[in-house]
Every structure is written in C-alpha cells, then in structure tokens.
C-alpha cells in the first residue's frame, strides 16, 4: 500500500514563511521597546543630573546668604546686588558657581561636563533672585524669592538657525530668609 504525500511539502514550506515572518514582527517589536526604554533611560538620567545642577545652585545662593553677601555690593562674587525690592535679577551661573548678570534671554550653556558638546558643557543654570516678591505669598516679608531653572538639549530637541535649542528643563523654587549671622558692631 503506497501513499503519495506530495501535497505537504508545500504546506509546510508555507508554515515556515509564516513562522518567520511572525517571528520578524516580534523581534521588531522588541527592538522597538529597547530603543525607547534607552531613550527614556537617558532622558531621566539628564534630567536627575539636571536636578542636581539646580540643587547646587540653590545650595551657592544659600552660602552666600550664610557668608553675609547679600546684605551689601560685592560685584565681584554678585553684580547688582543688593536687590530692589520686588526686582528680580537674573544670573547665569557656571560650574565654578561664578554669579554673572543675565544679558541674553537665555544662558550660555555653561555647566556639566561633556567632552562631546562643543564648549565643553550640556546645561544652562540660571538663578532669577527677587528681594521681597509681591507675587508670591508663601515668602515672608524681607526675604528671598529664589528660582533655579537648569535647561539642556537631547536628539529631540528643534535646532533654530543651525542651533540646538535648550528643551528640557528642571526648575527649584525656595524661599530664604535674610539672615544677619555676624552682628553689627556698635
């Protein structure tokens, strides 16, 4: 008794484009999740950093209330310093934590170590400081308003004019009270 089985071969030659054509679709998926998890692993990890930059600039501003700095004109360490009332003054910030007067809209990047961008840097700090802000109430009087903003670009970030524009950014707002540690002498 002979059977003819001819009609199978094609069957399973269909089945196997049809495994792997299936197992294509998953795999891309899969590539798909990585690329994006990565992506999303990067992102937090600039942003943590970014944090932590406001952190520090936040932490300067407090020394230097600490060092009795803000109580008089030293333009060396804070140009336009003291304060009007009610006046914010805005301040780029750098890694060695250098106060200089913010004269563009936005702040050179000039924090962050990274050897592949081209200054050196990958984020901006800027410290807006206001002396009695009208505009916030959770302040108390003959105090501080301090708002640290940290900006940096990714690969999804818009370049303008061949210029990558500064997207991201973490921002850190505290009230600090002005304190007069060393008395006056009388």
């Not at 992506?39 to 944090?51: E, H, I, P, V």
């Not at 009087?141 to 640290?148: A, D, E, L, Q």
């Not at 921002?171 to 006056?184: A, H, K, R, T």
Request: net charge negative; proline share 6%; aromatic share 6%.
């Amino acid at each position: 008794m002979k059977t003819i089985i001819t009609s199978q071969k094609g069957q399973s030659l269909v089945e196997v484009l049809v495994a792997l054509s299936l197992a294509v679709v998953i795999s891309s998926g899969i590539a798909v999740l990585i690329v994006y998890g990565l992506s999303n692993a990067q992102f937090s990890k600039s942003q943590s950093r970014a944090a932590q930059y406001a952190q520090e600039g936040m932490e300067t501003v407090r020394s230097l209330r600490d060092s009795n700095l803000f109580d008089s004109n030293h333009p060396s360490i804070l140009p336009s310093f003291p304060v009007t009332n009610g006046q914010p003054q805005s301040y780029c910030v750098d890694s060695t934590q250098k106060f200089n007067k913010k004269i563009s809209p936005v702040c050179p990047v000039n924090v962050g170590p990274d050897a592949s961008a081209p200054n050196g840097y990958d984020y901006a700090r800027e410290i807006d400081v206001t002396f009695n802000d009208p505009t916030v109430s959770s302040c108390a009087n003959n105090s501080y308003h301090i708002i640290t903003t940290v900006n940096w670009a990714d690969g999804k970030c818009t370049a303008v004019s061949g210029v990558v524009q500064l997207c991201h950014a973490v921002q850190l707002e505290s009230c600090i009270d002005q304190l007069n540690l060393i008395p006056p002498t009388p």
